[in-house]
């Protein structure tokens, strides 16, 4: 572990892999593989730490890091309450492919496919085979105890194409797709707010008659903020004359990724939307600065308020409905190739951070609109 200011972080995943070697399925105890899964049971129990890891996977290219996603994933399973036995890096004749087969205490059966990408076609037949093998081998009941898992790394919300082959061959009870982020998310349900695995079981799996379950814990979810989250507001916003700084998240859309949609909005159109329930939305005023942070990415781009939003839909803006609220911006930098990573390093220097454990969860921090203070949103624009 290093230290910054006072501090401890994780040692970053490219270095955990230089030192534990190239990653494949050579057999033995003491192989490269094992060591780092062994690595990741007895070391990284944090969800925050896991999500820096694989933030780091999907950055970076290469076998070694699409193999050390796959575990990732795996570990993120036995997080959220899932035996989990790790699945081969390729497949091989004679053994069944799966990347991960997770068993749940209920009964209950996950047989996780890893993707980084939707780039190249995917066909479900191949996950359908493997839960098929299982059920042959006796590893899994029947299928009626059993889901085929998709978790893919970057999803491309212009493909769809592995969504439409579910639909089309209807299995959409066999198999669903979760993005990593959204698994990532669950993990950190279970450890900042009252969720248990039969929770997250009610949220995978497809749902029955009784839709009581998820109702139900997304009343806990609301009645109960995580302990450790600061409000959105840390203070009252400052008198008129006066900067407020801000973060904001900005999510892919079917019809474009969060880059495109600040290329188009801030850095042509020299705009910007919120929603009806935006965070801040009311407190927004000209001469406040934003920064505008894309799921994991990082921080790509900021520029200065010139406006109070207006109930004035733009023709540009996807989703009009959702984000009626528009207003002009100004002095636009962006970076959409060369974000801020806000991983343990930068969290270690933020105020916000300041006195907490930077590998806890912290997808807190970038999940809504949220003032800052000056210090922070400098270091998070390169300003500093």
């Given at each position: 572990m290093s230290t910054i200011t006072g501090k401890k972080t994780a040692i970053s995943l490219r270095k955990i892999l230089n030192l534990v070697?190239?990653?494949?399925?050579?057999?033995?105890?003491e192989t490269p593989r094992e060591r780092?899964?062994?690595?990741?049971k007895e070391n990284v129990q944090e969800v925050g730490q896991i999500r820096d890891y694989i933030e780091e996977c999907l950055r970076l290219s290469g076998d070694q890091y699409n193999r050390a996603l796959q575990d990732l994933v795996n570990h993120l399973g036995s997080l959220l309450g899932f035996e989990v036995q790790f699945g081969r890096y390729h497949g091989v004749k004679g053994e069944i492919g799966f990347d991960g087969h997770w068993k749940s205490p209920t009964g209950s059966r996950i047989v996780v496919e890893v993707k980084t990408t939707e780039a190249y076609a995917i066909k479900t037949s191949t996950l359908v085979g493997y839960i098929d093998e299982l059920i042959s081998e006796k590893r899994i009941p029947a299928w009626d105890k059993a889901l085929g898992l998709y978790v893919v790394g970057r999803p491309d919300p212009k493909v769809n194409q592995l969504e439409n082959a579910i639909k089309a061959e209807k299995r959409i009870d066999q198999l669903r797709i979760i993005s990593v982020e959204s698994l990532l998310n669950l993990a950190e349900m279970i450890n900042e707010y009252e969720v248990d695995h039969e929770d997250i079981l009610a949220i995978l799996l497809p749902s029955g008659p009784?839709?009581?379950?998820?109702?139900?814990?997304?009343?806990?979810?609301?009645?109960?903020?995580?302990?450790?989250?600061?409000?959105?507001?840390?203070?009252?916003p400052t008198e008129i004359g006066e900067a407020n700084y801000w973060l904001t998240p900005v999510r892919s859309e079917p019809e474009a990724t969060?880059?495109?949609?600040i290329q188009t909005l801030v850095g042509q159109e020299q705009m910007y939307a919120f929603g009806e329930r935006t965070p801040g939305r009311k407190h927004l005023k000209p001469g406040d600065w934003l920064c505008f942070h894309a799921s994991g990415k990082g921080v790509i781009a900021h520029a200065k308020v010139m406006s109070r939003p207006?109930?004035?839909?733009h023709p540009k803006v996807q989703h009009k409905d959702k984000y009626p609220w528009t207003f002009r911006v100004g002095e636009a930098k962006l970076y959409l190739n060369d974000p801020v990573i806000i991983d343990a390093e930068v969290r270690a220097n933020l105020e916000v951070f300041r006195n907490r454990d930077l590998n806890?969860?912290?997808?807190?921090?970038v999940q809504a609109t949220r003032r800052i203070d000056l210090k922070d949103f400098n270091i998070l624009t390169r300003r500093s």
């Open positions: 070697g190239k990653l494949d399925d050579s057999p033995g105890i780092f899964r062994a690595f990741l009784t839709v009581d379950p998820v109702v139900d814990l997304m009343a806990r979810v609301i009645a109960r903020p995580p302990p450790e989250e600061l409000p959105l507001e840390v203070e009252p969060a880059e495109q949609v207006e109930k004035k839909p806890k969860s912290w997808g807190w921090f």
